[in-house]
């Protein structure tokens, strides 16, 4: 039977790359695809990794009840929708939620029994290091977001696991996050 995986965390977390290395360290999962309204960064493309939308287009679907859960977040709409977090629990592999922890504390009361995975980084110093060398936001958008992770780092004990992801230690940080999913499944 399917089990539900949601790896949340801090911006600049590494939450994108944990992801991808999952798939290149063996791990056969099911990704539920988020929707958003936020612009396209380079090197995405519809559907990696996100699907992208109109801020209309997301509001008709919220008025049709398609999404399982949504929220406005950094002044973007972002959801799942109810169509493919269905199709993907009938299947038998883990499901994977890439989602900020507002929308991991929803997903969580809708399941009870998925396991939140939050990234983190060594410290709020290094996510801001992070998110000044990805050159994607505004300074301003740096601070909600710092603003943000240093509220979100007094909660660390809500979730299942806590991750550090240490500079210069990707591969480690999947493999432990490889290793909870696989403990965890089975």
């Known amino acids: 039977m399917a089990k539900v995986f949601i790896i949340s965390g801090l911006s600049g977390s590494g939450k994108d790359s944990v992801i991808d290395?999952?798939?290149q360290a063996g791990l056969d999962y099911h990704r539920i695809i988020t929707t958003t309204t936020r612009p396209?960064?380079?090197?995405?493309?519809?559907?990696?990794?996100?699907?992208?939308?109109?801020?209309?287009?997301?509001?008709?679907?919220?008025?049709?009840?398609e999404f399982f859960e949504?929220?406005?977040?950094?002044?973007?709409y972002y959801g799942n929708r109810i169509k493919t977090v269905e199709e993907a629990l009938i299947?038998?592999?883990?499901?994977i939620f890439r989602i900020d922890a507002q929308g991991a504390r929803t997903v969580r009361?809708?399941?009870?029994?998925?396991?939140?995975?939050?990234?983190?980084?060594?410290?709020?110093?290094?996510?801001?290091?992070?998110?000044?060398?990805?050159?994607q936001d505004s300074p301003e958008v740096i601070e909600k977001r710092l603003a943000e992770a240093e509220q979100e780092m007094e909660n660390l004990n809500q979730w299942d696991y806590v991750v550090i992801n240490r500079q210069g230690k990707l591969k480690?940080?999947?493999?432990?996050?490889?290793?909870?999913i696989e403990?965890?499944?089975?």
């Open 21 to 23: 290395g999952l798939k």
């Open 91 to 95: 299947g038998n592999r883990p499901i």
């Open 172 to 180: 480690e940080t999947i493999n432990q996050v490889k290793e909870i």
């Open 40 to 65: 396209i960064r380079p090197g995405e493309s519809q559907g990696n990794p996100y699907y992208f939308i109109s801020e209309q287009e997301f509001k008709k679907m919220i008025s049709q009840n």
């Open 109 to 135: 009361k809708k399941i009870s029994d998925s396991i939140v995975i939050f990234l983190t980084a060594e410290s709020l110093e290094k996510i801001k290091e992070r998110l000044a060398k990805r050159n």
């Open 70 to 76: 949504w929220a406005v977040v950094y002044d973007n």
């Open 183 to 186: 403990k965890n499944f089975n």
